[in-house]
Each structure stands twice: as structure tokens, then as C-alpha cells.
């Protein structure tokens, strides 16, 4: 979960929080009582009521994306239920808004469940990140007697979940007081939106340029209107404080329309144009209205999205969109999604494990974007025009957190877009002077810390992945890991490198987050000392292996927990280990710690375990202090305070489970695992237990319930208790990974044996060189 959800997003919460407050203290109450009733309504309706056509596929028909998009505003999983092809730019999908306050969603990709007003429908959203971005080209429909003669600021429908339908690729809701029913689909780089307007009123898109998510905005922007072509282009310049950067993101776009415009008013801030051809400003848009016929009347809007030129915009739109219909559009994304989603096959468990598990599965397709436009054409981080010749190029990785879950899972059943998101990363690095942290659009955000492409470039060579230039990227990365990012770059590295190298672990009195930046460095120099010794390069090898070993020097063997220290070699005294920073407000117990605790910190070195045993003691001892510590954890999934122990919300610590493996007990690894899959995840609303930070929470669930679980930066896989039968992995064509679980692994949690292609396995963990040519992972179920 990025950091900056503790700081100006959780001002944003408690801004609203006081809002809505200050608002049900100055109505009746039997008013207050009503609307909190609608607000709990909203949460228990089920959508998938929606009578339409439209049906999903195959696997799609076990996707439910409406999970994740509720719950309490901080601990929401921020997932989206909009329409998107496979990795797509193009995101069209509802932006909704609470009973109280018209212009946000309490969601960071903008649709936020318990909401029961929709604002629009964007093109544009990061599904399942900490921070809010996109919402841009926002289409409102409605119908009218008459244009307006004055601009509307706050538009909304209220809709209900029974009227609701989305499956991977599709989107539709009904709106019932304007009787409108909302369609939509996309390709890679485009939208299409179908509107079907009932009734004899004039039917109206309000069509804004310059629409952000929530308080985001957008610089100076233009467009054209041509309707003899039906068409609108132009440009908008767009900020999104949380991840963007302060020259914005430049997008541009066509936008194509299946009837000709019967009046188009144009709004600048707060005047109306009507007829005009265009408008310049931050605050711009279009009213346009259409004949209405009889009995129904549809229209259809292409929009396509390019950050190179409007020309590529317009070329984007002819390969993938042009005039296709929109139940052949629906029909190709469909089957790419199928395509993904069929790469892992499962047979048995209930039919609410099966839908957790492919819309899992699901989330991890929908994000890093695809940012080069069909002619190979994008916008590089040295905001140049470059061509990606033999890869398609990526960009919005939220690597601190899915470098621990998601990489790995594309190393195993994506290695073709792995290979292509580890050429962009490389292409980033080049242009920009580093590999990113959380890469958005075309530059670095500042969110979170250290340099987790060290692990996520190091493990995808190290399992395989090899067609891309790994001298090139192990030379950019040594230097950042050795003597800090280029001058002139944007990127900021690891904060305190120097004193880092100089101590042996981030001095708490020259830094913040010195606790949380050492364990991180020093499992990004353990990755790196692996790389390097595949490399042949044995010297950085032995070297990067010595500052593996720094995360030792802050533990106080007195507390016995990694603890902050200062230059002079003395542990701070204001320490207690059980203060989340949360809720430490002036960091005078937390400062060294990033989201989470000492508590919790205490268990992050997956890297290296048994160094971590014998820190805390010997095996006896870890494991009656691991117990003691998921004991105290709050069992089921949501609340409001996830507090100091372990919480499955967050990534740094969210491998304890496993470590019992390493300390002999794998039986206790099996019944954890289990209790997670089982309390910390279900098919509601709410769904996980916190940001699924781009899909890392849902492939934590992919992987465990397989029966596998990856220690990131490495070859290694431990080994859990699989919750299907049999889940058949495809790795690349030709190349299956199955994996069976014998004796009814529903009423067997526990594991008696292993085999790997009938050999037994004598060890809770395989190797990636293993399983790379496919073959039977087979695991002996029993009750206890």
C-alpha cells in the first residue's frame, strides 16, 4: 500500500469524513437515519441483474469485478468493475459519487460501491493502486427538452447494483430516471461507449475535456469539434497529484460518434458557445445533443487515446475500433481475456473460491498499461517520441508492491509480457537515468522507497527471461545501488545510500524510514548478488551478498526487533513495538518504520530466513513467536483498524505465514495459509483485506491457492496447502505445470507428502529450475 495513502490522501478521508459529519449533524434526524439507510441499501444489493444481451465468457462468467470496490475508504482495495481489454490504456468505466459529496469517489480508481450517484463515464483509471489517477474525457448522458443555458457543474444519476453488469471486458448499468441504459467495452487503446436513451426527450452527452478523478485536474487542454465527420479531437494535459509528476501526463484523443450532433454547446469555465469549433482552457467541454427517434435511441461514441500525437490517436482508433460493432469489439476483448485467463485451469473447490480465485487472476491483467500505440510509437521518460520495434511498451507499474507477487506470477504463466514489461523497464532506466520505483505515464512518481526493480529484473533472468539487454540493465542497476542515480535524474533512488554503504544499515538520525529502507536495500542486494553471480561477475556478487547481510546491524538483541539506530551505533529510546504508524500521527514511535510497526517489520526478510531464525533465537523460539504474533491479528477480513500485527493488507510482511516453513513446522504454514485464503478473502464488495496495490493482494491468493508462494528477487517457491484439486498452469505453449492435490483438499488442509514428477520432495520449497519445463507438482492431503 503506497505511502502517500497515510499522509494527503488520509487528510482527504477525514476532510470528507468531517464533511459528511458536519452535514447529518445540521438535517433532522429522521433524514439522517433515511440516507444512512440508502447507504446501507446500496451495499446489499447484487448487481448482475441488468437485462442485456451481453454475456461473458467461458472463465469470464467466474470474474466478479465488483469485488474490492468497497469496504472502509482506507482499507478499500480500490479495484474497479470498468471495461478494459487485457493491459489496456483505455479504461472506460462509472465514476461514482457518495450521497453527500457529488464530485469524488471515496475509491482511488473512482468507482467506490457504496456510492449510489454516478457522475460519469471516464476513459481513463488505475485499477486497484493507492493513489488516484485518470478519470479524463468523463461522457455524462442524459436527455433534455432544450440545451442548456447554463453551464451544469455536478451532473449525476442515481443507479442501483440490481441494474448493474460487469464482466471482464463489459460494463452496463441502468439509469432509471432518465431511462438510459450504459454499455461498454474497450480494446487496448480505445473506448466504446453505447448509450440507449428511451423516451422523446432530446438525448445529451456531456462530454468534458478536462474531467479528473476527484480533486485532480487538468492544465491548459484544447479540442476541435467537425461535425460534418461527427468527430472531436484534441489534447488535455493532465495532473493526478498522488502518482503523476508536475508536468502532467499529455494525452490525446479522437472521439467518433455514430449520429450527427442536432446542437453542440461549448463551456469554458463558465460560459456557454454554442456552435463554436473548439475551446482552449483547463476547465472545457461540450454539450451535445442528438435526434431522438423512436422507439429508443442509440449512440455510440469511439474514443481513442494516444500520448504521442492526435494523428496516432486516429490510427489507434482505425486498427483497433473503426467501424466494428459493438458486439464485435465486446466479442475480441472477450477472447482475450479468455486467452489470460485460461492460462490457469482449476478444477474443484465451491463455487465462491473459483470466482475469488479467477477474479484474482483477473486483476493481474488488467495493470501495468500498455503505452505504445499501434505503430510501436510512445512517449519515453525523456518525454521524446521513441519505437518500441519488437515489444510492446508498459508503463504504471506499482513495482514496491507487485515485485513480490505479480512479477513472479507473470514469470511463470505471462513470460511473454514479462519480457516486455522488463524492456520497458529497461527503456525507462536509459531515458530517465534509473529503474523506477512506481512509473506513471512517462515519469517517476515519488511514492514509496528503495529500488524493488532490482528484484523484479534480477528474478525474471534468473527464472529464464533472457531476451532482453541484462549487461545494460545490471550496469544501471549496480550504479544505483553503489553510487546513487545519475545527476539530471528524476528518479530518488535509495534515500541515504551513502550513510547506508558507510554504517551498514540508514542511520535513524539522518533519515526517516532508516528500519524499513534497510531490510528493502538489503533484499534488493541479495537479488542483485544472485544476478551477478549468474553473470559470471563474482567480485559484485561477494560484494552485493556482504550488503544482504546490513539488515542484521539494526537488530537490537535486546528487544529483540529490528530497531532504529543512530549514526553513533546507540538504538533510539522511544521505541514500542506495538504503535502502527497509522495511527502514530507525529511518528514519535514510528518515524523508522513505513506503514506498519516494529511488529510487523520484524518478520520482512524473506530473503533470508534462516538468518532471521537465528536472530530471534532458534526454531523453537520463532515459532512460538510467529504464532504468538498471527494469533493476535484481527481473524476476519475488514474493520476499521487493521493494527499493529499481522495484517494481510500490506506487502512488506504479508510472507509470514510461510516462514514456519523455514523453521520446521510446515504444517503451521499450511494452517495459516489456509485460514488466510479462507477469512481474508471472499466475493463481496469488500473482498480483501486492503489495497490490492495493482493486483498484489489478488496474486498473493493465485499463488497460495495453487499451493506455491515465491520469494521474490530469487529462484525459490515455498510450498503451502493447495486449495483446488488440480490447477493446470500454463507456462508458455506446450509447457503445463500441474499441480494435484489427492484426498479432498477442502475437508484436508494439511499436507503428508510432496512429489515432483513422483520423486519426493523432502523440503518445503522447489527451485524455478525444477518446474521450467512444466511437470506434476503432487501433494498428499490429510486432516491433521
Not at 493532465?238 to 454547446?265: E, W
Not at 435511441?297 to 466494428?324: D, F, K, P, Q, Y
Not at 463455487?351 to 499501434?374: K, W
Not at 475488514?638 to 505465514?657: D, I, M, R, S
Request: proline share 6%; with cysteine.
Amino acid at each position: 500500500m503506497p505511502e502517500f495513502l497515510t499522509k494527503a490522501s488520509m487528510k482527504k478521508w477525514l476532510k470528507r469524513l468531517t464533511i459528511l459529519l458536519i452535514v447529518s449533524i445540521s438535517i433532522p434526524t429522521l433524514l439522517f437515519v433515511i440516507a444512512v439507510y440508502a447507504y446501507l441499501h446500496t451495499i446489499r444489493q447484487i448487481p448482475g441483474n441488468l437485462n442485456v444481451a451481453a454475456v461473458s465468457g467461458l472463465f469470464g462468467r467466474h470474474v466478479n469485478p465488483f469485488i474490492g470496490t468497497g469496504g472502509v475508504p482506507w482499507l478499500c482495495a480500490h479495484n474497479t468493475p470498468a471495461a478494459s481489454a487485457p493491459f489496456g490504456m483505455a479504461r472506460p468505466g462509472p465514476d461514482t459519487a457518495s450521497l453527500f459529496i457529488n464530485r469524488a469517489a471515496l475509491n482511488f480508481s473512482g468507482y467506490y460501491y457504496a456510492d449510489n450517484k454516478i457522475i460519469g463515464f471516464s476513459n481513463t483509471r488505475l485499477p486497484g493502486a493507492g493513489g488516484i489517477a485518470g478519470g479524463n474525457f468523463r461522457v455524462f448522458p442524459t436527455s433534455l427538452k432544450e440545451p442548456p443555458h447554463s453551464r451544469l457543474k455536478t451532473p449525476f444519476a442515481r443507479f442501483s447494483h440490481n441494474r448493474e453488469k460487469a464482466f471482464p471486458g463489459y460494463y452496463g448499468v441502468w439509469l432509471p430516471k432518465k431511462d438510459i441504459l450504459v454499455e461498454l467495452t474497450a480494446t487496448p487503446r480505445a473506448a466504446l461507449h453505447r448509450y440507449t436513451f428511451h423516451g422523446q426527450d432530446t438525448p445529451f452527452l456531456f462530454f468534458d475535456i478536462t474531467s479528473a478523478m476527484g480533486e485532480e485536474s487538468c492544465g491548459e487542454s484544447h479540442f476541435l469539434i467537425n461535425p460534418k465527420t461527427q468527430e472531436i479531437e484534441g489534447k488535455v494535459r493532465s495532473f493526478s497529484g498522488s502518482v503523476g509528476n508536475k508536468n502532467g501526463l499529455v494525452l490525446y484523443f479522437v472521439a467518433r460518434f455514430s449520429k450527427p450532433f442536432a446542437s453542440h454547446t461549448i463551456w469554458v469555465n463558465d460560459s456557454l458557445l454554442p456552435n463554436a469549433e473548439g475551446a482552449v482552457g483547463k476547465d472545457i467541454g461540450v454539450y451535445l445533443g442528438f435526434s431522438p427517434m423512436k422507439p429508443s435511441t442509440t449512440v455510440e461514441m469511439r474514443l481513442s487515446l494516444s500520448c504521442v500525437s492526435i494523428a496516432n490517436a486516429r490510427e489507434n482508433l482505425a486498427a483497433e475500433i473503426a467501424n466494428r460493432p459493438f458486439e464485435s469489439i465486446l466479442e475480441s476483448t472477450k477472447d482475450a481475456w479468455e486467452k489470460c485467463l485460461n492460462r490457469i485451469y482449476i478444477q474443484g473447490g465451491t463455487p465462491q473460491e473459483q470466482e475469488i480465485f479467477y477474479t484474482a487472476l483477473y486483476r493481474n491483467f488488467q495493470i501495468p498499461t500498455i503505452f505504445s500505440d499501434v505503430n510501436g510509437e510512445y512517449t519515453g521518460f525523456d518525454e521524446k517520441v521513441h519505437i518500441a520495434k519488437d515489444f510492446t511498451y508498459y508503463t504504471d507499474f506499482s513495482l514496491w508492491d507487485t515485485f513480490r507477487t505479480t512479477h513472479p506470477l507473470y514469470n511463470l504463466i505471462a513470460r511473454d509480457e514479462q519480457r516486455d514489461m522488463m524492456v520497458s523497464l529497461l527503456e525507462i532506466a536509459k531515458a530517465g537515468g534509473a529503474f523506477p520505483r512506481w512509473p506513471a505515464g512517462c515519469h517517476y512518481s515519488k511514492s514509496m522507497f528503495g529500488t524493488p526493480a532490482d528484484m523484479a529484473v534480477s528474478e525474471a533472468y534468473l527464472k529464464g527471461i533472457r531476451n532482453f539487454d541484462i549487461e545494460t540493465a545490471y550496469a544501471i542497476m549496480r550504479r544505483t545501488a553503489l553510487e546513487g542515480v545519475p545527476a539530471g535524474s528524476d528518479f530518488n533512488g535509495r534515500k541515504g545510500l551513502a550513510s547506508y554503504l558507510k554504517y551498514g544499515y540508514c542511520p535513524d538520525d539522518k533519515m526517516e524510514k532508516s528500519v524499513s529502507c534497510t531490510l528493502e536495500y538489503a533484499w534488493a542486494d541479495h537479488a542483485l548478488s544472485l544476478l551477478a553471480k549468474e553473470l559470471g561477475k563474482q567480485e559484485d556478487s561477494d560484494l552485493f551478498a556482504r550488503h544482504a547481510q546490513f539488515y542484521r546491524n539494526s537488530w537490537n538483541p535486546h528487544t529483540r526487533y529490528f530497531h532504529p539506530r543512530n549514526a553513533n551505533g546507540n538504538f533510539v529510546r522511544n521505541f514500542k513495538s506495538d504503535i502502527l504508524s497509522y495511527a502514530d500521527f507525529d511518528q514519535k514511535y514510528t518515524r523508522a518504520y513505513v506503514e506498519g510497526s516494529a511488529e510487523q517489520w520484524r518478520w520482512a526478510v524473506p530473503f533470508d530466513p534462516q538468518g532471521l531464525i537465528k536472530l530471534i533465537g532458534n526454531n523453537e523460539i520463532f515459532v512460538r513467536e510467529l504464532s504468538s504474533y498471527l494469533n493476535r491479528s484481527n481473524p476476519k477480513l475488514g474493520g476499521w483498524n487493521p493494527g499493529p500485527y499481522y495484517w494481510h493488507g500490506n506487502e512488506p510482511y504479508f510472507h509470514a505465514a510461510y516462514l514456519f516453513n523455514e523453521a520446521g513446522r510446515p504444517d503451521l504454514t499450511q494452517k495459516w495459509v489456509r485460514h488466510i485464503l479462507k477469512e481474508k478473502y471472499d466475493n463481496s464488495h469488500i473482498g480483501l483485506d486492503g489495497n490490492d496495490d495493482c493486483g498484489t493482494l489478488s496474486a498473493w491468493y493465485v499463488f497460495s491457492a495453487v499451493g506455491l508462494y515465491p520469494i521474490a528477487g530469487t529462484t525459490r517457491y515455498w510450498t503451502g496447502a493447495p486449495l483446488f484439486e488440480r490447477a493446470d498452469l500454463q507456462m508458455k505453449p506446450g509447457t503445463i505445470l500441474t499441480i494435484i492435490a489427492e484426498n479432498n483438499p477442502a475437508e484436508n488442509p494439511y499436507v503428508k507428502r510432496v512429489f515432483l514428477n513422483d520423486i519426493p520432495l523432502d523440503r518445503p520449497w522447489l527451485d524455478h529450475n525444477e518446474i521450467a519445463d512444466g511437470g506434476i507438482l503432487r501433494f498428499e492431503m490429510i486432516t491433521e
